[in-house]
């Protein structure tokens, strides 16, 4: 139990282009989901908090009109990187928080979805 | 500013021995903190999580061991096994949910 998928697994797409990253929580409902980044060698960074239903919360130094996020059911988000550039290249990992859950701690990652932007 | 570090990138161990994984952080407000593994194209997958009101917690062959005076835990794997051969991440919350992650530490161990 507690599968979280994310499609696509790898993207690569033109500078300029947007891409749509979908986050799916398989076998649970999910109030609330995270987006993170990681860059080669580095920890996973927190983009931003998305409630079901509200507008997400964008941690400090994340552009919110470049990474869109749409949490519009119990069991999907969405992260689209608008207007790509080389610099967005990277690993995008959602992670979901079961509904049900008894601890706030409680998160299950996707297996993340590598961007690479020409 | 990096508030939780793995200052080691890896770490070999031999088979049957012990893995001492550490993590330090600087900031006094986590009281929580979670180790996870990750395999190559997967998702973290949590292992073990401590508490800032305990020192230790065991979880079969998974020890974390948390010193508040010197902001510093550990994670102790005995026996080691080659599957146990990833990396480990450990992260710690403020209470609200969200996760700072340490660079992780690559452990390796061989047969």
């Known amino acids: 139990g507690a599968v979280v998928s994310q499609h696509p697994s790898w993207v690569i797409c033109k500078s300029g282009t947007s891409v749509k990253i979908e986050c799916r929580s398989l076998d649970f409902q999910a109030t609330t989901m995270f987006w993170y980044r990681q860059f080669p060698k580095q920890s996973l960074m927190l983009m931003a908090t998305s409630n079901e239903g509200s507008k997400a919360t964008y941690e400090q130094g994340v552009e919110k009109d470049k990474f869109l996020i749409n949490h519009a059911s119990l069991t999907l988000s969405t992260l689209t990187v608008t207007s790509a550039h080389p610099e967005d290249s990277s690993f995008y990992i959602c992670?979901?928080?079961?509904?049900?859950?008894?601890?706030?701690?409680?998160?299950?990652f996707g297996p993340g979805t590598r961007l690479t932007v020409t | 500013d990096q508030q939780v570090k793995q200052n080691s990138p890896s770490l070999s161990v031999q088979e049957g021995r012990i893995s001492i994984l550490n993590c330090d952080y600087t900031n006094s407000m986590f009281d929580y903190f979670l180790w996870y593994k990750k395999y190559p194209a997967e998702g973290p997958t949590f292992l073990i999580s401590i508490s800032s009101i305990k020192d230790k917690n065991e979880d079969g062959r998974f020890t974390v061991f948390l010193n508040k005076s010197a902001k510093h835990l550990s994670l102790h794997i005995v026996p080691s096994q080659p599957g146990d051969s990833a990396v480990y991440f450990c992260a710690a919350s403020d209470g609200f949910q969200k996760l700072v992650f340490g660079t992780g530490t690559r452990l390796l161990v061989s047969p």
């Open positions: 992670s979901a928080h079961p509904r049900t859950s008894g601890s706030s701690y409680e998160q299950y």
